[in-house]
């Protein structure tokens, strides 16, 4: 087990969490401090503008009072690089293993610690648990980098792990994401659970500097908020960004022909091509099976209206799964291709409740927490993609009380399921998982402004991704690089 | 004093030697002061341009007058087909107002076969993106299922939803919302024989 520190007794984590600054947190006092310097910070949930909670769920996060580790980045040793490519690559590292939630990050670090190895009795009375070193090597490599990390274990005082990972030039467009997938080793090698950096976001958004504020394009972030990137030049309105399976393309719909259509961005070679040439009506909402082969979307229209497949390796089959006078919309596959969930209008038009659908067969399920006589409004369905749970957004009452939505995680459980708010201020919706399954994205609203948010449903620690922006219709990518390597 | 049969006799005289007079000699043929022959056939000539230029004159003010009325006519009957209607919160069934505007261009797509439409359904900003284009979809299919229940052909008619993503009023009051729950009308076809439609 690990050595408990006073810090170590987070009850309530969302609350309570340390900055990432190096503060003496195991001081009661300090820690009263944090909480003011907390609720000034961006990337935390600041002043709550008027809690809510929705009646039939509970208010939380999936586990609560776990231990977060404090952990150091030692400033990297340079054989033949320059200094400068050695702080960018620290930096992305610390503040890619602060966003992983897993981990205190302290920096800061006192002069006596900065010499050579690693005096693990000097870091045990700086009070962290685990410190990273690494080597930059750039000589004979053709421009790339070897760069070996270590992870050294301070309460065991022992080397816990170490690689050599190759890094492209610094001036590569895969830099960045191949350093990202270094941290994500560096906490699969703490925790066992593989970090979440080497991914990136897609969202719509209106597009900067276009005159017609009505058009929306799509865009793509890293995980850090760095390298906003607009992917459409449609001058359209284009909704509705999802990942493929592989995370080498993109699919969407645009208004930018006469009805609206599927198109799909391949982003290896920028060609764009239209997914679903056949059916009627205006398009929208697709989302890749997992096994990459198909497509589910809505037709909304001319009956018949509803969810439908589509083959998009053979380019046929137009498959029509029902949905009858009532609006069926926005499916997303579960992990294993063998569910849908989706919204639907079937008990009131005014109150979209969330359902899952067994596709061999079978009567579809309710998971959001409609209640006779108080209808509610739920949305944006995700399911997570290690298939236990599904995030959606939503709230109780109807419509009408516009912008008041909040993230909900419906635990599958036989014999009934669980749910769980995990927004509580503002505005929330459109959440997406990430690849571990424990991080969602969503776009939300705040007392100081609109943009695009990440949410750990573990300690419920929030930050913001995007500031700024009126974003709909996150996604968030599978895994994008692996140990230095971009796929 | 006055004896008719004096009078009489002195008429008599004077009637016979009137009578006695030799005739006199025919007066010679007066020398032609009038215009010529070959000015009378300028006249003529002339005459006969600005008559036909009055005709013309006329009949171009006819047909200007006629084209006038025609797009007058054309233009009434945009207006009545492009005026939106407008719908309740969160409902895709008409009202009375909505329906007396969609009788007006029923009365206009009757007498004009030619014509079609595209009916555009928007919503205002409150719900999300996705149910608010399912909501927009209903509004355009109640406005395109109230011409074809009067017995027009379905085929002159295409919805489309925009949801809430083209509001005409910016704003997160009533007062917006009210303007941006609406089915907006695109002549899609047949927009040059609008004037020789019922407006």
Redesign the interface.
């Known amino acids: 087990m690990r050595r408990p520190t006073a810090s170590s007794a987070w009850t309530n984590l969302h609350l309570e969490w340390p900055t990432p600054g190096g503060f003496p947190s195991r001081f009661a006092t300090a820690r009263t401090c944090l909480l003011f310097l907390l609720a000034a910070g961006a990337s935390s949930p600041v002043a709550a503008q008027e809690n809510e909670l929705i009646p039939g769920v509970e208010l939380g996060f999936i586990f609560e009072g776990v231990y977060v580790p404090p952990i150091a980045v030692k400033p990297l040793t340079v054989a033949g690089a320059d200094v400068g490519l050695a702080r960018e690559i620290e930096g992305i590292i610390t503040r890619d293993l602060d966003y992983s939630d897993r981990f205190q990050v302290r920096d800061s670090l006192p002069p006596a610690l900065g010499g050579e190895g690693v005096q693990y009795a000097l870091w045990e009375q700086f009070g962290v648990d685990w410190v990273v070193t690494g080597t930059i090597e750039t000589d004979g490599l053709g421009g790339g980098i070897a760069f070996s990390v270590e992870l050294h274990d301070i309460v065991f005082g022992s080397l816990k792990a170490a690689a050599t990972f190759p890094l492209p030039a610094r001036d590569h467009p895969d830099f960045r994401l191949a350093v990202h997938s270094v941290s994500d080793a560096l906490v699969g090698w703490v925790t066992g659970d593989r970090g979440v950096a080497a991914t990136r976001m897609l969202f719509r958004m209106r597009a900067f500097g276009e005159e017609n504020p009505?058009l929306?394009e799509i865009y793509v972030v890293d995980f850090d908020g760095e390298n906003l990137r607009r992917l459409t030049w449609d001058r359209s309105?284009v909704?509705?960004p999802t990942w493929s399976p592989d995370g080498k393309r993109v699919a969407y719909s645009s208004?930018k022909a006469?009805?609206?259509r599927i198109y799909e961005l391949n982003l290896e070679d920028g060609q764009e091509r239209l997914l679903v040439p056949e059916g009627h009506?205006?398009h929208?909402?697709p989302s890749y099976h997992p096994d990459g082969n198909s497509v589910a979307f809505?037709i909304?229209?001319?009956e018949p209206?509803g969810l439908f497949t589509y083959n998009i390796r053979d380019g046929c089959c137009l498959k029509y799964l029902g949905g009858g006078r009532f609006?069926d919309?926005?499916p997303n596959f579960s992990p294993d291709g063998e569910w849908l969930v989706f919204?639907s209008?079937r008990l009131r038009?005014?109150t979209?409740q969330v359902y899952l659908r067994p596709l061999a067969g079978g009567d579809d399920e309710l998971l959001s927490p409609f209640r006779y006589g108080e209808g509610g409004?739920f949305?944006?369905p995700d399911w997570s993609p290690c298939g236990d749970r599904v995030a959606f957004?939503g709230g109780i009452g109807?419509?009408?009380q516009?912008?008041r939505y909040h993230i909900l995680v419906a635990k599958l459980e036989a014999g009934g399921n669980r749910l769980l708010q995990l927004t509580q201020e503002g505005n929330n919706?459109d959440p997406s998982w990430a690849p571990n399954c424990r991080h969602i994205v969503f776009t939300g609203e705040r007392s100081y402004g609109k943009g695009v948010f990440i949410v750990d449903t573990v300690t419920g620690r929030t930050r913001v991704l995007v500031a700024n922006v009126e974003a709909?219709?996150t996604d968030w990518s599978p895994w994008l690089a692996e140990n230095g390597v971009v796929r | 004093m006055f004896n008719p049969r004096l009078v009489l006799a002195a008429f008599a005289t004077v009637v016979l030697a009137a009578a006695c007079r030799p005739e006199p000699p025919p007066p010679a043929a007066p020398e032609p002061t009038g215009p010529t022959a070959e000015e009378i056939e300028a006249q003529r000539i002339a005459d006969s341009i600005e008559n036909a230029r009055r005709l013309e004159a006329e009949a171009l003010a006819a047909a200007q007058r006629a084209e006038r009325e025609m797009q007058q006519r054309a233009a009434a009957a945009r207006a009545t087909l492009g005026e939106m209607v407008y719908f309740d919160?969160?409902e895709?069934t008409l009202t009375s107002e909505t329906t007396r505007t969609l009788q007006a261009k029923l009365a206009v797509l009757r007498s004009c076969p030619s014509v079609r439409l595209r009916m555009e359904g928007h919503a205002d900003?409150?719900?999300?993106?996705?149910?608010n284009?399912?909501?927009g979809?209903?509004r355009a299919?109640s406005v395109s299922e109230f011409f074809t229940g009067f017995g027009l052909d379905d085929a002159r008619f295409s919805?489309?939803?925009?949801g809430e993503?083209?509001?005409v009023a910016q704003g997160?009051n009533e007062a917006a919302w009210a303007r941006n729950r609406r089915v907006e009308f695109v002549i899609t076809t047949g927009a040059d024989d609008l004037g020789r439609c019922q407006s």
Request: proline letters at 6%; aromatic letters at 10%; hydrophobic letters at 20%.
């Open positions: 009505n929306t309105t909704t509705s208004f006469d009805m609206p009506g205006q929208d909402s809505t909304v229209g001319p209206e609006n919309l926005q919204v209008t038009f005014s979209p409004f949305t944006d957004a109807s419509r009408r516009a912008n919706e709909e219709d | 919160y969160d895709s900003e409150r719900g999300t993106s996705e149910y284009i399912a909501l979809s209903e299919q919805t489309v939803s925009y993503e083209r509001p997160s």
